[in-house]
């Protein structure tokens, strides 16, 4: 009789990446720095909105970036020229990043210099959503061109989300996009969600956005 050993890899994995994100989380509130993961498909505008993001925070507080792509090198370039300390990961083929991978990202870049930090991770809505970065905040950007049914057919990345951007609403009379429908799908998967409307190309929506930001950088400062 042949006995064989079988290994739960997935859930082991996954334990030890909840550890290292607890970890990192309780560091960066003792020092009062709030991390956020940004978590959107390829082409929502994550970089644009980042931009519009920095531009009105940059003179109240220091911001870093984590731009973390399979390959190029074009998005931290860009989010440096729009004033904020950037550092471009490549993960290697992995479609996520996970709380290993984000330690090295803030070992490299370094943040005595940075009051709020954004991980842009892989364009992806389904395996970023199942690993926990360490961030305190986790936000998904929803384009108004993807339609209002991703909460539907992709839910993870909703329900572990505390934020909704709704990106591209300057583009709404053209595209069959329902917005009380997505928000009854989004509150569906999680009832404390936030949602924002905002358009990153036409600059437009976002003071509530900055606003929420605001007071949860003061939350984590302890203030």
Request: aromatic share 6%; charged share 30%.
């Amino acid at each position: 009789m042949v006995f064989m050993k079988i290994v739960e890899l997935k859930q082991n994995i996954f334990k030890e990446n909840e550890v290292t994100a607890d970890k990192i989380r309780d560091e960066l509130k003792k020092q009062g720095k709030l991390m956020i993961n940004v978590m959107s498909s390829p082409g929502s505008g994550k970089t644009t909105t980042l931009l519009r993001t920095i531009e009105r925070l940059k003179d109240t507080c220091r911001v870093g970036v984590m731009e973390c792509d399979i390959d190029a090198s074009v998005d931290a370039q860009t989010i440096e020229e729009g004033g904020a300390k950037a550092i471009q990961l490549h993960t290697g083929g992995m479609c996520h990043m996970d709380a290993a991978m984000t330690q090295q990202g803030l070992n490299e870049m370094g943040i005595d210099d940075v009051d709020l930090i954004f991980i842009e991770n892989v364009g992806n809505l389904v395996c970023p959503a199942e690993f926990d970065t360490g961030a305190g905040i986790n936000i998904t950007i929803l384009s108004v061109p993807e339609g209002d049914d991703k909460p539907a057919k992709y839910p993870l990345v909703y329900t572990v989300s505390d934020v909704v951007l709704i990106n591209k609403v300057d583009a709404l009379a053209v595209f069959d996009f329902d917005k009380e429908l997505v928000e009854k799908r989004i509150h569906t998967l999680n009832p404390k969600a936030q949602i924002f409307y905002i358009s990153a190309k036409k600059d437009e929506g976002f003071e509530p956005w900055i606003n929420y930001l605001k007071e949860k950088m003061k939350e984590w400062e302890g203030k």
